[in-house]
């Protein structure tokens, strides 16, 4: 796992202003790669690749980056890591390749010289994001691999072209002037996190999963799609597997067996997060099922009880057999690592459980390299509550008449959220009842199915509102195409998510959390052979009535008694809303001043209106306030760059 930047200066520039540029980019990245920082410079042709290393498969000098191809001809900039790569070694041994080490890099940057980027991308099993040069064609290609595990930015302005895992390294580059999109940073507000292609910086974009750019010597630049989940999923909702639950179920066992074993490949010592789910105990008890020794576990715990998960992944853990590490945090360990989030995510990021997310990290570091992680679970297995309850709420708009259903949205908003609370502890009822509610009360007034997972999935439905003049776009969540290509609700929420909020937020908030602590986190439930075959799958396979994973749930029940697992889905977050009215009020009154929210280019008004709601108890509006607060201390840390 690394991290990867470079410029390409098609003006001219000496080999001492490339190599200080990439050595200054990598630099600023050095968190992702604190074992090595090197970099590759071509003078004739103005370009510099700069790369930083954790090395996790061949410590030896034989895979060091960047690396060149035997030929000479190509050098890649490479982050991740590819698994399963002997069949495609075997093959290029057979056309004569000899091979200096035993890296996933070499293996890549080999088939890439014989067969091509866009023939080997295809064959690559894991999570990838490099940069590929053709030294004799002067050709640039950056990769993305299919469901965007690993970031990659990138800007072309004037005659320059540069790119980079995160966002600040950008600001080592020549002629970057970063300045604001307005349009942007109103999707960021809706959707709690920028979606791609766009980031927060005009004229930075990121490059989409599953997409390859091919930059030539004039500049011109192509952006083509070499991987795309929409056929899986229209081919799995047409015509869905023939198997019965025992033979999917032992297909899904094969497969995730395959894929977390591919992941348990290391030079370094492995781990995994354990949160006593159905997810990450699904791929804990596959890699002990496949271990000679017991695997280490990673679990924080909070001490407030609705945020507390540590005792059922204490009781997964002792069933399997796993070297548990369990640490307890206080509120004032959570709050300390709020002044740090603007550095890790050097983006405007606002999904809460970043805080908890980067403290399961930090403790898994003290003891191992590599962790493999539960992520995907919930999209392709139709884990979310919107999945249960968005197609419900859909057909409840298409069943009462619009005046009746206003009329009850009412009645609700007038109970305070006080009330509600009270209901918290009843069996099978949300953590938060209060903020199901509210989002209750706006589903009751909207119009049709895709209205509803729009509002499900935003925080502020109105962003414009705050930031005026923008103009934000929903993209995919409403593009007519998609209704059309997948009609059924749930399979089209599980789709967009595939395409949104799994790469722009859930995979974001891992990759940055883990890289901050120099941790590599494999996530094996996004094989794209495991995504392939859910997506296939009848939907009383995946959602039953208000049970989602239906099929993953057997699968962990050959390791895990049910007891330990069936329980209501808690997430994984932390209390911010009340944070907000104690400990944090002080901290966020400095950030939600008028003149501090003028500053931003915020309009103060409907902040400061739903702050004091939420102050007095007659709102809970922690996601919309979580959302302005992450960006006014970005805007704090970043803003004088």
Known sequence: MCGIAGLWMRDGAGAAELAGTAQSMAQLLRHRGPDAQTFFIDEAAGLAFGQTRLAIMDLSPAGALPMTSADGRFVIAYNGEVYETGPLRADLERRGVRFRGHSDTEVIVEACAHFGAEATLPRLVGMFAFALWDRNERRLVLVRDRFGIKPLYFAQRDRSFVFGSELKAFFAAPRFHPEIDRDALADYLRLSYVPAPRSIFRDVAKLPPGHMLVVEQ????????????????????????????????????????????????????????????????????????????????????????????????????????????????????????????????????????????????????????????????????????????????????????????????????????????????????????????????????????????????????????????????????????????????????????????????????????????????????????VAAFAFSLPRSLRLQGTTGKVLLRRVLARYVPRQLFERAKTGFGIPIGTWLRGPLREWAEALLTPAALNDGGLTAEPVRDIWAKHLDGRLDAENQLWTVLMYQAWRARWGSR
């Open 218 to 529: 004039n500049g011109a630049a192509r952006q083509q799609r070499w991987w795309d989940v929409r056929p899986l999923v229209v081919a799995g909702m047409e015509k869905p597997l023939a198997l019965s639950p025992a033979e999917a179920e032992d297909e899904l066992d094969r497969l995730l067996r395959q894929a977390v074993g591919s992941r348990m490949i290391a030079d370094v010592p492995l781990g995994a997060f354990l949160s006593g789910g159905i997810d990450s105990s699904t791929v804990v008890a596959q890699m002990q099922a496949q271990a000679s020794l017991p695997v280490r576990t990673f679990t924080i715990g909070f001490s407030e009880r609705d945020y507390d998960e540590s005792a059922a992944a204490a009781a997964v853990a002792r069933h399997l057999g796993t070297e548990h590490t369990a640490l307890e945090l206080t509120p004032a360990d959570a709050m300390a690592v709020i002044p740090q989030l603007p550095e890790i995510y050097d983006e405007p990021f606002a999904d809460p459980s970043q805080i908890p997310t980067f403290l399961v990290s930090r403790l898994a570091r003290t003891a191992v390299t590599v962790a493999l992680s539960g992520d995907g679970g919930d999209e392709l297995f139709a884990g979310y509550n919107r999945y249960r309850w968005g197609e419900r709420l859909g057909r409840s708009i298409d069943f009462f008449p619009a005046p009746l259903r206003r009329a009850f949205a009412s009645a609700l908003a007038a109970v305070r959220p006080s009330i509600w609370k009270k209901f918290d502890t009843l069996p099978g009822v949300s953590r938060h009842p209060e903020i199901a509610v509210a989002k209750f009360v706006e589903i009751l007034r909207l119009e049709g199915h895709d209205d509803v997972y729009r509002r499900l999935v935003s925080a502020w439905i109105d962003p414009e509102r705050l930031v005026r003049g923008a103009k934000p776009d929903w993209g995919l969540l409403a593009d007519p195409a998609v209704a059309a290509a997948v009609p059924p609700l749930v399979e089209r929420m599980q789709y967009l998510d595939a395409l949104t909020y799994l790469p722009d937020d859930i995979l974001a908030k891992v990759d940055r959390a883990s890289m901050a602590v120099s941790l590599e986190a494999r996530v094996p439930l996004l094989d794209h052979r």
